[in-house]
């Protein structure tokens, strides 16, 4: 018999099968059963032989029995493996990773450089009023350089900013110099003119302005500061230039040029032949504009200054059309994917 139920057991296919043999051969109403029943016609010697006999089969039927499932277990766990088999040498799908656009590289740029210098960066309204917008700012109504900035009025006292110096009353208004100490920020964001737009020009664009308020701040101090600041953006070898200037709201106002990053000041086509760039408007900020927003001008004096972000970045870049910053064509904003990599 156990021969025969060794070669059921290794016959089998499957645990179910398996535990069919188990059944019949030592369940409780199995073959072993059966013969246990024969027991009582025994003589007292012949009892233990057939005892010993069957304990043998059933540690041998066992031993098999167990060998073949753990077979047929190993066989079901190599089969699932192999269903679900993943090929990880497959190239997978690149997913396409986006990266901060140019501009907002070049805001968080000079950000981080002016906040380790210790401003603060402050946001204003991009619709704004009149008054902070112009009159504040020293151009009244009526005023012929409105002319320049001619905008987008909502109603007669409202209008979408024409540029981010009405920031620096807001800011100015706001500030308490015994608490705060001196008034150092800037302010970047988003401006609007009514502007035909072509390589050079658009109805929307954005600026950073700066602001600097203490005793005793004067045009050195501006210079001091933009000639550190071009020198971290364009190069240590960048020098600066102070050209005279109008702008109503800083007397005396000054253009800053710097000197051309691609020729190193020789003259090319980047510079036009002369060796140097304008980048920015500033100047030593008009009494009148301390004045209307609260602050003592004969105690406190301060500098401004107002660049557009465009502008640095097409220099930088050598970037022909303005409008490519707006077209979210992929093909010009991923040439610069910045720290996004
Ligand atoms: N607001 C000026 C503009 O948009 C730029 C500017 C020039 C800002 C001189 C300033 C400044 O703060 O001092 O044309």
């Known amino acids: ?42 003589s007292n010697e012949e009892r233990p032989q057939l005892g010993q006999a069957m304990n043998q089969f059933k540690d041998n039927f066992n031993t098999a029995l167990e060998a073949h499932k753990e077979k047929l277990e190993e066989q079901a766990l190599a089969e699932k493996l192999a269903s679900e088999k993943i090929d990880v040498t497959l190239p997978g799908k690149q997913p396409l990773r986006g990266s901060r656009h140019i501009i907002t590289q070049i805001m968080e740029e000079i950000e981080d450089l002016f906040i380790g210098m210790g401003y603060q960066v402050i946001e204003g309204p991009e619709v704004e009023t009149d008054s902070y917008n112009f009159e504040k700012m020293n151009l009244p ?62 109805h929307q664009f954005h600026q950073i302005e700066g602001l600097v308020v203490d005793k005793n701040i004067t045009l050195a101090d501006l210079k001091g500061t933009l000639l550190q600041f071009v020198q971290a953006l364009f190069g240590e070898d960048r020098e600066i230039r102070l050209r005279p200037s109008y702008f109503p709201f800083t007397e005396p106002s000054v253009e800053v040029d710097v000197s051309c990053f691609k020729c190193g000041g020789e003259g090319c086509n980047v510079c036009k032949q002369t060796g140097w760039i304008e980048i920015l408007g500033s100047g030593v900020v008009h009494p009148d504009v301390l004045e209307m927003s609260g602050i003592d001008s004969t105690q406190y004096s301060g500098f401004a200054f107002g660049l557009g972000q465009e502008r640095v970045a097409m220099l930088k870049y050598n970037i022909d059309d303005i409008r490519h910053f707006y077209q979210n064509d992929l093909r010009f904003l991923s040439q610069f994917r910045g720290g996004d990599n």
Do not use: C, W
């Open 1 to 42: 018999m156990e021969t025969v139920a060794i070669d059921e057991i290794n016959a089998s296919e499957s645990l179910k099968d398996l535990d069919a043999i188990r059944v019949k051969y030592i369940g409780k109403k199995g073959k072993l059963t059966d013969i246990s029943k024969v027991m009582r016609h025994l």
């Open 141 to 202: 109504k009526n005023h012929p350089a409105r002319d320049m900035q001619d905008t987008f009025y909502i109603d007669e006292e409202t209008l979408l900013r024409t540029h981010t110096s009405p920031v620096q009353a807001r800011t100015m208004e706001e500030h308490d110099f015994e608490k705060d100490g001196p008034l150092k920020m800037i302010s970047p964001g988003k401006v609007f003119r009514r502007d035909t737009d072509d390589a050079t020009h658009s």
